[in-house]
Antibody, heavy 114, light 107 residues
Framework: EVQLVESGGGLVQPGGSLRLSCAASGVSFSTYWMTWVRQAPGKGLEWVANITPDGSQKQYVDSVRGRFTVSRDNAKNSLDLQMNSLRAEDTAVYYC???????WGKGTTVTVSS | DIQMTQSPSSLSASVGDRVTITCRASQGIRNDLGWYQQKPGKAPKRLIYDVSNLQSGVPSRFSGSGSGTEFTLTISSLQPEDFATYYCLQHNSYPNTFGQGTKLEIK
């Protein structure tokens, strides 16, 4: 069973960068597709990006493509989301999850504001 | 991108009521659809996967059905702990997309 803990959120100015991390515990991390989902304050869920188990394929929602990069290190059981050129509309709680096992982290909050 | 249109956006119901929530996909998604429940301040949890399969540990009052482009989540007899927001998620193609959510409130 995989357990997930996100970190790295915080307050950043528009145009700035932030790197989110998701630490996984459990022996099966390297076999899971991993996904980032976000939720803006008072809004619904938005699928952001995912990555294949070996890290060779990545997909993004259009609104973040070219600005965000998802990566993973299976040796360290970790998943990252590098976020560049941040905008106010990127303000949200960011969750890492694996859909196959339906395991979600508790989320980390990103606030983009001057 | 596949659009998921979820309805209603909000719903008032009483304990014991039967409720149905619908998601309509803008194109066929086979059976690549799940339903999630989210309570305030918490991460979502999946109730149903692949249209109609009950996630382990989820009460049997929850059920899912549908095919092609139209899908439903039914709660047969509402319990107090069911008042929450519900989302569908299609994973047939990228980007995966959620419905807009249905907030289920106590009448």
């Amino acid at each position: 069973e995989v357990q997930l803990v996100e970190s790295g959120g915080g307050l950043v100015q528009p145009g700035g960068s932030l790197r989110l991390s998701c630490a996984a515990s459990g022996v099966s991390f390297s076999t899971y597709w991993m996904t980032w989902v976000r939720q803006a304050p008072g809004k619904g869920l938005e699928w952001v990006a995912n990555i294949t188990p070996d890290g060779s394929q990545k997909q993004y929602v259009d609104s973040v493509r070219g600005r965000f990069t998802v990566s993973r290190d299976n040796a360290k059981n970790s998943l990252d989301l590098q976020m560049n050129s941040l905008r106010a509309e990127d303000t949200a709680v960011y969750y890492c999850m694996t859909r196959a096992a339906d395991v979600w982290g508790k989320g980390t909050t990103v606030t983009v504001s001057s | 991108d596949i659009q998921m249109t979820q309805s209603p956006s909000s719903l008032s119901a009483s304990v014991g009521d039967r409720v149905t929530i619908t998601c309509r996909a803008s194109q066929g998604i086979r059976n690549d659809l799940g339903w999630y429940q989210q309570k305030p301040g918490k991460a979502p949890k999946r109730l149903i996967y692949d249209v109609s399969n009950l996630q382990s540990g989820v009460p049997s009052r929850f059920s899912g059905s549908g095919s092609g482009t139209e899908f439903t989540l039914t709660i047969s007899s509402l319990q107090p702990e069911d008042f929450a927001t519900y989302y569908c998620l299609q994973h047939n193609s990228y980007p995966n997309t959620f419905g807009q959510g249905t907030k289920l409130e106590i009448k």
